[in-house]
């Protein structure tokens, strides 16, 4: 599987890293993690055929992980009409509220040939011929990461906290894509800072971490040796068109 960071930074950050998003490649099929604002520019930036893209998991519902979803919905209908009758939109319990207050406002262009919606349960989800999973995060009520098996393990964080639990769900993993939002001094509530990364990675045996939903706070020169305190693996400091397999 081929990962490619559209989205590296926050609604802070500067223009060359934007609000999440992930594209997975696997068999030549696109699926995409989170659809934070701009993310339907980066999708055209890296010629991705928006029409082939028929799946997209969402982490939960704040804006800065899920605003450019109608656009991008929009973008394939003035495309071809009926295409989103051919896309599923994967999501924690509540996705289907919340895409219904959606699109309540936007008329018969969406609601006459709307997505699948899919709520994701302790039973795996199957894309591309690699199993799906997902786990709680502490971020909000609903909020989940994805774990992507593919031979290696992928973790996707989406926004969290530190949780015993989650190391569990995510245990002999060999990446994460997984947030570093602030400095030490920093922290808030439903986010991670380079301490808490490096010893949920350390507990739950990761290889490779790539850094990522960086606040402008944290895009800071020691970033690496702080998080390399606690863990032995690789660590990349996530950039915008980066991509890795």
């Known amino acids: 599987m081929k990962v490619f960071i559209l989205g590296s930074g926050t609604l802070l950050s500067a223009p060359d890293r934007n609000p999440s998003g992930y594209l997975l490649v696997e068999k030549e099929e696109p699926g995409l993690m989170d659809c934070g604002p701009g993310i339907?520019?980066?999708?055209?930036?890296?010629?991705?055929d928006l029409l082939a893209l028929k799946t997209i998991f969402l982490t939960h519902f704040h804006?800065?992980?899920?605003?450019?979803?109608?656009?991008?919905?929009?973008?394939?209908?003035?495309?071809?009409?009926?295409?989103?009758e051919h896309l599923r939109i994967i999501g924690p319990k509540?996705?289907?509220?919340?895409?219904r207050a959606q699109a309540s406002w936007q008329g018969e262009w969406l609601n006459a040939h709307?997505?699948?919606?899919?709520?994701?349960?302790?039973?795996?989800?199957?894309?591309?011929g690699l199993t799906i999973r997902s786990c709680k995060t502490l971020h909000t009520e609903r909020s989940i990461g994805y774990v992507i098996e593919d031979?290696?393990?992928?973790?996707?964080?989406?926004?969290?906290?530190?949780?015993?639990?989650?190391?569990?769900?995510?245990?002999?993993?060999?990446?994460?894509?997984?947030?570093?939002?602030?400095p030490e001094g920093?922290?808030?509530?439903?986010h991670l800072v380079p301490a808490e990364?490096?010893?949920?990675?350390?507990?739950?045996?990761?290889?490779r971490l790539i850094l990522t939903h960086l606040y402008p706070f944290n895009e800071r020169p020691e970033l690496?040796?702080?998080?390399?305190?606690?863990?032995q693996g690789e660590i990349i400091v996530a950039r915008d068109f980066q991509q890795f397999s």
């Open 186 to 190: 920093m922290k808030m509530t439903g």
């Open 40 to 48: 339907l520019r980066r999708l055209k930036e890296t010629n991705t």
């Open 114 to 128: 709307p997505p699948e919606l899919i709520e994701m349960t302790a039973q795996p989800f199957h894309w591309a």
């Open 224 to 231: 690496v040796e702080e998080v390399a305190e606690h863990f």
């Open 151 to 182: 031979g290696k393990g992928w973790f996707y964080s989406g926004d969290t906290d530190y949780s015993e639990k989650l190391i569990r769900c995510i245990s002999g993993l060999h990446t994460a894509i997984i947030e570093c939002s602030l």
């Open 94 to 99: 509540g996705l289907t509220d919340w895409f």
């Open 197 to 207: 990364v490096a010893m949920l990675a350390q507990k739950a045996g990761f290889k």
């Open 63 to 84: 804006v800065d992980h899920c605003a450019d979803v109608l656009a991008l919905l929009l973008t394939r209908y003035l495309l071809d009409s009926r295409a989103n």
